[in-house]
């Protein structure tokens, strides 16, 4: 019979996903992203050492791409924040 429907699980930007988006993140996904929290928080790296080159590859490709992700959502805010304040901006003009 398949999978019983659940109609309260749809999610404006992926409307077909049936699943939290958080919960089919795999466990190392969130160790990895938890290690570079801590070293941009602390200064930590997870296998010691000062210098990320030191570090394992995959842990530096990893960071890397955090990095990236990190960048395009914080350029994709300023440029909605952008936005809405040009939006308020002429709202004003018109009254």
């Keep these: 019979m398949g999978e019983p429907k659940n109609e309260n699980i749809g999610w404006p930007f992926a409307p077909g996903l049936r ?6 993140i795999e466990d190392r996904a969130w160790q990895l ?4 929290m801590e070293w ?3 200064g930590v790296l997870p ?3 000062c210098d990320l080159l030191e570090q394992p590859e995959f842990v530096v490709q ?3 791409r955090i ?4 960048a395009e959502i914080e350029a994709k805010q300023q ?3 952008q936005r809405e304040m040009e939006r308020l901006y ?6």
């Design 67 to 70: 990095e990236q992700v990190t």
């Design 19 to 24: 699943h939290c988006p958080i919960s089919v």
């Design 47 to 49: 296998w010691g050492g």
């Design 33 to 36: 992203h938890a290690w570079w």
């Design 90 to 95: 002429q709202l004003g003009r018109k009254k």
């Design 40 to 42: 941009k928080r602390l």
């Design 62 to 64: 990893a960071f890397t």
């Design 79 to 81: 440029r909605e924040a």
